[in-house]
């Protein structure tokens, strides 16, 4: 019994799927209107941007990196968009692709400091963080819509009410699925090949062990470091299209507040910021926990959306604190101390 | 002459250099720029950074981090506010602030000394309670309207027009400075976050150095909390946010190293006054300022990339001098071949 307990502790994801099921068990017990899958839906489309940006995150931690920089990419996308549509007269579409560029290059600019200069991840995607802001505020300032109001009317909805175009990826629903859900899924399987079956996947938890080793052993790790940055650029990206679908309006302090969100999902999921270790399916336990709870205390236990902090907070500590416990035997190792 | 030397080698003299030279910079685009006044409340704005830097030093010497200290400041604020509006002595106002920030200080150390939980993870978590707390203490309002003493207090200069404030924060930085150089509890941050393992060896106790590192770094937090309230008489639920980056960004750009066990007091609190003093500067270049996160966000690649080359380049001819110095030993004639 013991070692099966050990065992279940030593898998995070089994944990972590063993708190989201008691996480519905008990807000679907305390309020009934909780399990309509419908509201459920729409409270994961409101984190959908974090759950997206979590996955890529992932891969930079493995590899013993920190991105801090990609919700500012969140709002650089959605201003060059908006700007490229509105103010340049641009097909969508093509600005998309665009901002989906540029977003690739602040990812590569700020890998290729962290990868081929050796700077600490942290302080360079903090200065990217300040950089890709203040750069989305420049861009704002080149349109013609006031920087507060957000340039909205972004195509298309349908006079029967469906949305089509740009707006299917915020509004729309695949086989009754949300759009952005469907994209999630793709992404989440796209990301489980990437890490877990590919040769790329490997080489980025080698390096995150022991990036000398990795390096003898002839990896190009300056390139694989470098490219996880560039991925979760391009996922900020993306995010920040779907972001600007689902709200219709393109602003450039989007997504401004998400930075520790992010994090916290990628680390409750159970990857190590100092690399080497962490799973894609840890990550989306994660953010579902997160996300569950943002949504469930206020509606289940009257707990006001403005207070959400401290009990998400707690749960968070609790949980790592418990974890840390159940995984060092706290108890062998203060006997051992005495002996 | 060896003393003098040894000062221009400190890595916070670089720091120091870089803040010069940007005053010049701004001083040739105006020279409106370079009057007493205008240099001094570049100093005195980054009170609160330099509090918040230095604290935070402590813990990344030590090789840890600690991203809770803005929703510190922002708790300890609001209780300097609530008890001002109580009419509460800045004597009880201060005991508290310190009180509170030492102890969320403490349960960040024991978090992450003891229970050996990431420090990015826990803090993180204690980040969110505090502000959680926060917004419980003040029921999500804008604590307002405490005149009295205290929000006199927050421009009131001591003399040459330094406030009463920064004053307080040079001489905390130099005490710190102090402590942390020519003593030996002070020496044991630097060798417990340079090798926690060998520190162990010698004898140290890591963990205790590092909950002593994360109740200092509450501490300071907790007073920095007590300025801002004086300083700008308003709390907002949200104050303090996103401060944790800035300080980190002030120690990085002052020569603290994030991977631990290098770093000093002055260059942070250097690092601090170069960050606040951003949108000052640009201000008198000339430049709107939307452009300040951008200009920030480049300095503080700039600084940290050249930085880095450099320190590279150190490494490398040390190696090469040594290796050179080893053939020299082995061959009888002296020659040298590379």
Known sequence: MKSMLKKVFKHWEVFLLVFLVLEFVVFGAANPKFLRPQSILNSIVNYISVCIIALFV??????????????????????????????????????????????????????????????QPMVVTLG???????????????????????????????????????????????????????????????????????K??????????????????????????????????????????????????????????????????????????????????????????????????????DVSTQNLDLPVGIILVLVVLGREIAGQHMLSRLFKRRG | MKQIQSLFEARWMSSLIFLILLFLITGIADPAFLSYSNIISCFNT??????????????????????????????????TGLIAQRDGSVVVMLLVVMVVGAVIGLVNGLGVAYFGVPSLIFTLGTNSVVRGLVYIMTDGRTVENFGGTIASYGNKTL????????????????????????TRKGKYFIAVGDNAGGANLVGIS?????????????????????????????????????YEMTAIAACVLGGVSLSGGLGNMVGAAIGAVIMSSISRLLVFIGLPSTYDNTITGVMLIVIVV???????????????????SRTAENTPEGGVKA
């Open chain 1, 128 to 198: 990217g963080s300040f950089l890709y802001s203040g750069l989305a505020l420049l861009v704002s300032g080149m349109s013609a819509t006031p920087a507060y109001q957000g340039i909205s009317g972004f195509p298309a909805k349908t006079e029967a009410g469906e949305f089509v175009g740009f707006r299917f990826l915020g509004k729309g629903e695949i086989l009754g699925v949300p759009t952005q859900i469907a994209i999630y899924i793709i992404l989440i399987a796209l990301c489980i090949w990437i890490l877990h079956y590919t």
């Open chain 2, 206 to 242: 890591v963990l205790g150095t590092k909950i002593l590192a994360y109740v200092l770094c509450g501490l300071f937090a907790g007073i920095g909390g007590f300025v801002f309230a004086s300083k700008y008489g308003q709390v907002m639920t949200v104050a303090g946010n996103g």
């Open chain 1, 58 to 119: 992932t891969l930079v931690m493995i590899t013993g990196g920190i991105d801090i920089q990609a919700p500012s990419i969140i709002g650089l996308t959605s201003i060059v968009i908006g700007v490229l549509w509105s103010d340049a007269g641009m097909n969508i579409w093509v600005a998309v692709a665009i901002a989906v560029c540029i977003a690739a290059l602040c990812g590569a600019l700020s890998g290729f400091f962290i990868a081929y200069c050796g700077v």
């Open chain 2, 46 to 79: 980054a009170t609160m950074y330099t509090l918040l830097a230095v604290g935070i030093a402590f813990v990344i010497m030590t090789g840890e981090i600690d991203v809770s200290i803005g929703a510190t400041l922002g708790l300890t604020a609001a209780m």
């Open chain 2, 159 to 182: 003399f040459a027009q330094i406030t009463v404030y920064y004053a307080i924060a040079v001489a905390l930085v130099a005490i710190a400075h102090f402590v942390l150089t020519r």
């Open chain 1, 200 to 301: 790329y996947g490997e080489r980025l938890y080698l390096v995150g062990v022991n990036p000398q080793a990795a390096e003898y052993s002839g990896i190009n790790t300056r390139a694989v470091i470098m490219s996880t940055y560039v991925l979760s650029a391009v996922s900020a990206a993306l995010a920040g299209t779907l972001l600007t679908a689902n709200i219709n309006s393109a602003k450039y302090n989007l997504g401004s507040g998400y930075t520790l969100a992010i994090i916290t999902a990628v680390v409750l999921g159970g990857t190590l910021n100092t690399g080497g270790k962490g799973s894609i399916l840890g990550t989306v336990l994660a953010s579902l926990i997160i996300c569950i709870l943002r949504y469930g205390l206020p509606l289940c236990f």
């Open chain 2, 306 to 324: 050249v930085d880095a080359l450099a320190q590279r380049r150190s490494i490398e001819m040390s190696r090469r001098k040594r290796l050179l």
